[in-house]
């Protein structure tokens, strides 16, 4: 009997040809699908790891983050933030709804535990975008620059009212900016208005923001805007960066601001609710108005692409990335019991801030037919307006009544911008 050549039993030149071709045949089989984001730098890299981790559990099957750049045909995955919002609300029939995504492809995953608050009215059963990244407007304070002003830090404003007497107060104590807010159509018409439970819009969707409420409310900071109380920065989150240098004292924007104003040097943060007008005759105060970002499904794919944009779903609305995507990016558990199981993981200020914007978005509100900050074309003009009173060449009254006209027409003309009654 022959001796066997060991080189016949393994060769390794054949034996790394054999595990090419074994890749090759098991990558033919693979799916690769496209996410698109319009985020900021930060941002994108802390969603290109969560992207990465989904990648590291699939089987030769890949999602390519990609920034957004033409309005041409929806990716298959597309996260849309609040300034790209109308653009997808214009094309809705573009996209596939998430719940029939989750249908169709036998991928298993209740809607039902999903926060009310979060879904900006959307319904549960026929769930069109899955709100991944949302937050409430708050309050923000530096305890420490309260303290030296002969503040009390555990004793933050809690209303318009007691702003002004703040504001009064640091600014005398040489504080140059008392009070500063990001997202200023957000925050000072669309929950402004909510929380006075004044609407922005009557009959047919017809924008009547230019009412008593929210004329005092524009007019008070077009005042502390010319008395220093009040400085503006931006259209959008610029304010944050000026509240994160120190350079001012309050801040109103979005609570998942945090993750990032939690590490400013030399500011000791602190957290409240937003103010509300006490002397408006709506009590008790309503609630606020969570925004943030939605995950959207683009229409006309493979069944196979489908399948991997579900199960990434499915991997988002595990308690896990839920838990995670609180810590790291300050955003708003979906599920209550996502909420409950991150209070043994979180630190006292994040618990403390989730259970703020939380608190905020519970009771009545006004019967919001629109949400001016989701229609970009109608935020853009409701910005120029407030840019000329805080410029003081126009009245609080002078430029809402503009605004409202102005934005009249643009819903005219794109009356389909109307079904932004749904975020």
Known sequence: MSRLNPITLWNPAKTMLAAAALWVWAQAGATEITLTHPLTEASATRL????????????????????????????????????????YLLKKSAYKP?????????????????????????????????????????????KRVFRQAGLDPENPPRTWREM?????????????????????VWVHLDNVSSIARVPVAGAR?????????????????????????????????EADEEFFKGKCAMLTSNSWAHSRLRD???????VASLPY??????????????AGASLWVGGGYKSADYKVAARFIRFVLSPEIQAELAQVGGFLPLTDAARQSLRASLQYDEEYVLDVAYASLQGKGAAQAL?????????????EELEQVWGGKKTAKAALDVAVRRGNAILSAKPALKQAVSF
């Open 48 to 87: 290109a790891r969560l992207v990465d981790r989904f990648n590291a559990r699939q089987k030769g099957d890949k999602i390519i983050l990609v920034r957004a750049t033409a309005r041409g045909k929806p990716a298959v995955l597309n996260l849309a933030t609040a300034d790209v919002l109308s653009d």
């Open 98 to 142: 998430i719940s029939r995504l989750m249908k169709e492809t036998g991928e298993a995953a209740s809607f039902k535990p999903l926060s009310a608050d979060l879904l900006a009215g959307q319904n549960r059963e026929r769930l069109t975008a899955l709100p991944v990244a949302f937050g409430a407007p708050v309050l923000f304070f530096n």
């Open 164 to 184: 002004a007497e703040v504001s009064g107060k640091l600014l005398a104590r040489g504080n140059a900016c008392p009070y500063t807010t990001s997202w200023p």
């Open 205 to 237: 969707n017809t924008l009547n923001f230019n009412n008593l409420v929210q004329v005092r409310h524009i007019a008070m900071l077009a005042s502390w805007h010319k008395s220093g109380y009040f400085h503006t920065f931006g259209r959008t989150n």
């Open 264 to 270: 400013a040097p030399g500011v000791e943060l602190g």
């Open 277 to 290: 007008h006490d002397d408006t005759g709506n009590t008790p105060p309503g609630h606020t108005l969570a």
């Open 371 to 383: 949400r001016i900050s989701a229609l970009e074309p109608v935020r853009i003009v409701v910005d």
